[in-house]
């Protein structure tokens, strides 16, 4: 089992910036994918951005494409995501996850942590 928690969530203004932590315990964290989605009242959770086991390889939504930048700190067993030029259709709970490298799926799933980017 992978434990998972994020940080860092908050209210900001439009423009503004934020990054979200996500610190995992439990198994060999670097053997994990991990990805952040996010789910807006109303609306499905969406794919925002991933990135591989070992880090060399990050995708993003094109929503978020040139705003959002996702690392990771094996050393740490943290991921982080930086979310600049924040606009309030950004506004949602942002779920961390993780992914067994080997795995289609994500089993794995922090709780969530509510950004709020007001207009």
């Known amino acids: 089992q992978v434990q998972l928690r994020e940080s860092g969530g908050g209210l900001v203004q439009a423009g503004g910036s934020l990054r979200l932590s996500c610190t995992a315990s439990?198994?060999?964290?670097?053997?994990?994918?991990m990805g952040w989605f996010r789910q807006a009242p109303g609306k499905e959770r969406e794919f925002v951005s991933s990135?591989?086991?070992?880090?060399?390889?990050?995708s993003y939504a094109d929503s978020v494409k040139g705003r959002f930048t996702l690392s990771r700190d094996n050393a740490k067993n943290t991921v982080y995501l930086q979310m600049n030029s924040l606009k309030p259709e950004d506004t949602a709970v942002y779920y961390c996850?993780?992914?067994?490298?080997?795995?289609?799926?994500?089993?794995?799933w922090g709780p969530g942590t509510q950004v709020t980017v007001s207009s």
């Open positions: 990135v591989t086991r070992i880090g060399d390889y990050t």
């Open positions: 996850a993780g992914r067994y490298y080997r795995d289609y799926d994500y089993a794995y």
């Open positions: 439990g198994r060999t964290y670097s053997d994990y994918a």
